[in-house]
């Protein structure tokens, strides 16, 4: 049987076909879907397919480092927040990188500056064979993200 995917309450994360190397996710089992931070999202259609383009601010803190990114529109939902506002998202499926543990997720765009986390890992990304360990932290290691974004 393959190993579990441990996580603590917040993990590093990747997602290599946003062309995002470094994110801090907060492990949400509260949430359904995964969210990630967007800002000036643009939908538009390309042969006939569906797109959304959109820009992350990857890192906490830090509203200069910024990266575009283009993914196919899956579905529009309306999704509800922790405090219960209701706001219609744009739904992608991406890959997410943790560890050496690679998934494919769907994910809801929004804008999350107010937020304490740029992404949230819900519970569907954390269905299959997922050790949720709610007092520990990057359980997958710990990144220097600001060198991996020639920050320093």
């Known amino acids: 049987m393959n190993e579990p995917l441990k996580l603590g309450w917040r993990e590093w994360c990747a997602l290599p076909e946003l062309g995002i190397p ?5 492990i949400d089992t509260g ?3 995964s969210c990630l931070h967007a800002f000036f999202v643009e939908p538009y259609c390309e042969a006939g397919v569906r797109f959304v383009r959109f820009k992350v601010h990857p890192l906490q803190r830090n509203e200069t480092l910024v990266r575009e990114c283009i993914a196919p529109v899956k579905d529009e939902r309306i999704v509800s927040d922790s405090g219960g506002h209701k706001e ?9 990188l943790i560890g050496d543990k690679c ?10 500056d107010s937020m304490r986390f740029r992404m949230l890992l819900g519970r569907r990304a954390m269905e299959d064979n997922t050790l949720v360990n709610p007092a520990a932290s990057y359980l997958n290691g710990k990144l220097k993200a600001k060198s991996i974004y020639g920050l320093l």
């Open 88 to 96: 219609l998202r744009y739904i992608i499926d991406t890959k997410v």
């Open 22 to 26: 470094a994110i801090k996710a907060k």
């Open 103 to 112: 998934r494919l997720i769907e994910m809801s765009l929004t804008n999350r």
């Open 31 to 33: 949430a359904k879907t």
